[in-house]
């Protein structure tokens, strides 16, 4: 009987609560979306606001009679009317960076700036010429009535970015005189991060994230910052989300509104055109007239406001009514339950009632006795029986309690009332009560009590109730202590700067502090139902699961540069230290985290590194600008052989060993100018060579050859190389150093002159001391000395001469950068520096680099084949310089090939387009008018995908070798090009 009451009563109970849940789920997702769709239609309307408000005050402005008066009559007297009318507009808006008259050849002729908080009006020689600027060419065009309104974009002054960013929209209006002439225009640069702060204010109270998009799909506003304004910088040109997610764009730009689910995420979008702006436009020929401001927009301009509800936020509203229907579900079954066994055990103990009674009164008898709580009855709060346990709990004894009135056991009258208005309400309801309530004892002491009553016949209530305490004193401060400790606990971890977390035993967050929320960007509830693999990189997991299982083993563990993911798909860099959570028997029972952010200080620290970068290539500009002398006497001298030995050759072209002889010396001086060039090049590029195995003397003899035309006769060089030793290097760095210093040394003889010394043998280092970093080992190191004779330093500039930007050169002279860059070079080779100088005899600079293995190869290049070959298939020759194409189609037609030459890219496009099939090799040159080489092998390429192609550059600049591969590029080739490496590199493309 009764469990088919409860089948019953369960199943339609469940029905109810299913068909609740689902009623009530669709009731408040309508809610949600009705709720996104408001937030935006009323940021659409601020933001319409917002631009109606410019319009009206641009036609204020450019109807202001004060501004007429003026252009009638351009006095200083009214010109400083319109100034002031203008700088009194512009703090009373306070939302425009500048507001400006422009004439009709496009020079400023009044300009209020808002410069640190303030307006003010730039005097007549700060005034610019913006004739060139896009803005005013374009409002130029306009006719009577027409507004122009320019993109949304950041302010650029003098060709770059302002910084901080200004996001501005500029409003402009031209002047008309009553005949109709053109008189000026009239501009406002409107500060749009007004726009931004509408709508960060209202995601800050909206439940998504809200974009706003331009009409390419670049962010003006995002959900991340690092994706904002993309179309601005040449490193973001690709930060768009027409690229990144195509379909998404294409479902926000096919309409103008709407609501649709994306990837688990729920989007809401409504398009802002500003083209419904109709304003009173009265000019003083037109003072009757109403006439309609028609909006013209610079280029394409619209917006897209784009609010984003991840999927997660709609399981949540689930997961949040489940929570709040399940426990009323529960309660309710739980009911029925009891109901259904109490029919159950009713039926079948009613015939042993009686019995049980009788057995209940003696069992009642005994616990009253013998209970360790207080037991008492009362009638009408008068207290008729007591047992020994309450008596000893009170102080008092039975006959000082039995009879008395219950408010012997309370403090005040208040206590006593709340306790019997409480009680009293909760028997008459559930029939019992149970309650915390305060007591005071015979002595005055205050005691806590947990009281319990019920009726003594639920039917009568005026026969009494019976009740228990039990004394919680203990229990309640303790409860305090813990309360208190928990809460400093909480404050301690919540307040941290660092991310905590904890894990139990089976590797799942069981709390998540407010710092790791921040830096993952995700709420804590979220991660409570994730493991903690869910926090790192997939390819991390092993290693981190390493450091887990330690220190579930009791040990500390650490980790170092690890990067965890966010939220948003990004990473952040951090130091986690991993600890044992111990329960109070000392058993692990889960892992501590403790985790600190070191994403700002590695980009702090890449970014030193950037500013020494670039340090380190002005200071080779400055030494390539010493050298240009030297380069010219050297490249001069090379042209005085060329030219000479040609004259000799066509002198003796009936003699041919003789003509055979200064051709030889033409080819020998032509290889010498390219290796200069090489040189230079190579000095002078920003990209830094990787380290190889390099014989340091040979940089040496390299470096003065370049300084010996560009330092004066008056200084002698002495060289002492007596080591041909490797050591690890980048060439280019190693050059510098000893350009730096070499400079350095000569510049500090002059004007009388002196002697360079430069010496170079191995030391073998011993003894730690002589080894000022500690952290570099003992052993053999290549020593480079570069000493001069001349003035020296003092003594109190010693210790700073490694400074950046301390220089003892007079103004001009010296950037104070040289040997602060030489010291990182030597650094960063493992090496170090030492320095000794006393003033009037010299100093001595002396260098110390690791020597390596000898055994290490430092032969990169790969072996030209000896042997010449030609061929007789075709050849497509391409390259702008007439010369170079007639000699090397000669050259290649000696050799039995079939040359088809072409000095301009689009006609060489044309030939091979014609017949494709004639072709076996296509040569061209990189850098050429109308279609550089790269661009030329694209399309080539597009026609016959298999044709071959070598590339020919005459600089050190040159495409990534992905890209070129990418393109189809088999070979580059650096000019000039020698016959011998050209011949062979063809047979090794084509076979």
């Known amino acids: 009987m009764g469990l088919l009451v409860f089948g019953i009563l369960f199943t339609a109970t469940t029905l109810i609560f299913i068909g609740f849940y689902f009623q009530e789920f669709n009731f408040r997702k309508l809610l949600l979306e009705a709720y996104e769709r408001q937030t935006l239609e009323l940021l659409e309307k601020t933001i319409a606001s917002e631009m109606n408000a410019n319009a009206y005050n641009l036609v204020y402005l ?101 910084k901080p960013l200004k996001p501005m929209i500029r409003f402009g209006l031209p002047i008309f005189s009553p005949d109709g002439r053109k008189k000026g225009i009239v501009f406002l640069n409107y500060l749009g991060s007004h726009i931004i702060d509408h709508i960060e204010a209202k995601t800050l109270a909206n439940v998504g994230e809200i974009m ?18 993309g179309f601005m910088f040449e490193d973001g040109k690709k930060q768009t989300l027409k690229i990144r997610n195509p379909a998404l764009w294409a479902k926000l730009k096919d309409t103008d509104h709407g609501q ?89 103990q009613r015939g042993k009632a009686q019995q049980a009674l009788e057995k209940n009164e003696a069992e009642l008898s005994s616990i009253f006795r013998s209970v360790p709580a207080g037991i008492g009855m009362a009638c009408d709060r008068v207290i008729k029986q007591v047992n020994r346990q309450l008596c000893d709990m009170t102080g008092y004894t039975r006959e000082e309690l039995i009879g008395q009135n219950s408010r012997i056991l309370y403090p005040t009258q208040e206590e006593f009332e709340y306790v019997g208005a409480c009680r009293s309400d909760q028997i008459r309801k559930t029939g019992s009560g149970s309650m915390e309530a ?56 919540e307040t941290s700067s660092d991310g905590i977390f904890t894990l139990d035993h089976e590797l799942r967050f069981s709390s998540f502090n407010a710092a790791l929320e921040q830096m993952t960007g995700q709420l804590r509830q979220d991660w409570f139902k994730k493991k903690y693999s869910d926090l790192f990189l997939p390819e991390n997991i092993t290693h981190v699961s390493e450091q887990v299982q330690t220190a579930l083993g009791g040990k500390e563990s650490s980790i170092e540069n690890i990067r965890i993911q966010t939220c948003t798909g990004g990473e952040r860099i951090c130091d986690i230290k991993l600890r044992p959570n111990a329960d109070k028997n000392g058993s692990v029972v889960g892992v ?35 050298l240009a002398g030297g380069i010219a006497h050297d490249f001069n001298n090379i042209l005085s052989a060329i030219f000479g030995y040609s004259q000799l050759t066509l002198m003796n072209l009936d003699h041919a060993q003789k003509a055979k002889e200064s051709m030889d010396q033409v080819i020998k001086g032509a290889q010498r100018a390219a290796d200069l060039v090489q040189q230079i090049l190579t000095f002078s590029r920003q990209a830094e060579n990787e380290k190889h195995p390099l014989i340091i003397s040979s940089a040496i003899k390299e470096a003065v050859k370049l300084l010996r035309s560009s330092i004066p006769s008056t200084i002698r060089i002495n060289i002492d190389l007596a080591s041909r030793e490797k050591v690890l290097a980048d060439p280019t760095q190693i050059h510098q150093v000893i350009m730096n210093l070499c400079t350095n040394a000569y510049q500090s003889m002059m004007p009388d002159g002196g002697v360079l010394t430069i010496r170079l043998e191995e030391v073998n280092i011993t003894d730690r001391e002589e080894i000022p970093d500690q952290d570099l080992p003992c052993g053999m190191y290549l020593e480079l000395e570069i000493s001069d004779t001349g003035m020296g ?21 010296g950037t104070g950068l040289g040997l602060a860059l030489v010291d990182g070079i030597v650094k960063n080779h493992n090496g170090f520096i030492k320095m000794t100088s006393q003033v009037g005899q010299g100093t001595v600079f002396r260098v ?72 076996d090799l296509v040569i061209t ?3 050429m008018p109308q279609m550089t080489g790269d661009r030329l092998s694209e399309e080539i390429l597009k026609i016959n995908a298999d044709i071959p192609i070598i590339l020919c550059t005459g600089h050190s600049a040159k495409l990534p070798d992905d890209s070129a591969a990418s393109i189809g590029i088999q070979r580059y080739l650096q000019k000039p090009i020698l016959t011998k490496e050209l011949l062979s590199i063809i047979r090794d493309v084509l076979d």
């Not at 947990?450 to 303790?478: H, M, W």
């Not at 003092?794 to 007079?810: A, C, G, L, S, V």
């Not at 000699?887 to 014609?914: H, K, P």
């Open 62 to 162: 450019a109807n202001h009679k004060l501004l007429y008066s003026w252009l009638r009559n351009p006095t200083e007297t009214n010109k400083r009317a319109v100034v002031d009318l203008f700088k009194r507009f512009a703090v009373q808006t306070n939302r425009y960076d500048q507001v400006r008259f422009l004439d009709m050849q496009g020079r400023e002729r009044i300009r209020i700036n808002h410069t640190t908080g303030t307006y003010v009006a730039e005097e007549d020689n700060e005034l610019q010429d913006k004739a060139t600027r896009y803005y005013f060419q374009e409002a130029i065009q306009l006719n009577p009535g027409e507004l122009l309104i320019s993109p949304f974009d950041l302010n650029i002054e003098n060709g770059q970015i302002e």
């Open 212 to 229: 706003l998009l331009n009409a390419n799909g670049y962010w003006l506003k995002a959900i991340n910052a690092e994706d904002e304004w």
């Open 260 to 348: 649709f689910i994306f990837n688990t995420s729920f989007y809401t979008h409504r398009t802002i055109r500003f083209k419904d702006i109709e304003i009173l436009n009265s000019t003083p020929s037109q003072t009757d007239a109403e006439n309609t401001l028609t909006e013209k927009q610079s280029g394409v301009f619209y917006a897209k406001l784009v609010s984003v509800i991840p999927q997660g936020a709609i399981l949540d509203l689930k997961l949040q009514i489940l929570k709040e229907v399940l426990p009323l579900y529960s309660i309710i079954i739980i009911i029925f339950l009891g109901i259904s066994n109490w029919l159950y055990f009713a039926i079948r």
């Open 438 to 493: 305060i007591w005071q004892v015979k002595n005055g002491n205050l005691i806590h009590v947990l009281l319990s009553s019920a009726p003594v016949n639920s039917d009568d209530l005026s026969q009494g109730i019976t009740f228990s305490a039990y004394d919680i004193t203990d229990r309640k401060n303790a409860q305090k202590q813990l309360a208190a400790s928990r809460e400093r606990y909480r404050s301690i971890i």
């Open 592 to 626: 501590i985290g403790f985790v600190k952010d070191m994403t700002e200080n590695k980009k702090a620290k890449e970014a030193v590194k950037r500013v020494e970068k670039k340090l380190r290539q002005s200071q080779k500009m400055e030494a390539i600008g010493t």
């Open 793 to 813: 330093i003092e003594q109190e500039h010693i210790e700073r001469i490694f400074d950046p930007y301390f220089t003892t050169k007079e103004v001009g002279e």
């Open 848 to 919: 110390y680099w690791p020597v390596i293995d000898p055994d290490i190869s430092s032969d990169h290049l790969e072996p030209v084949s000896e042997t010449i070959t030609g061929g007789t298939e075709t050849i497509l020759l391409v390259d702008d310089e007439l010369q170079i194409v007639d000699s090397m189609g000669r050259m290649l037609r000696q050799y039995g090939y079939t040359v088809i030459s072409c000095t301009d890219s689009l006609t060489a496009l044309n030939t091979f387009r014609e017949t494709p099939g004639r072709f």
């Open 925 to 927: 040159d990189l850098t």
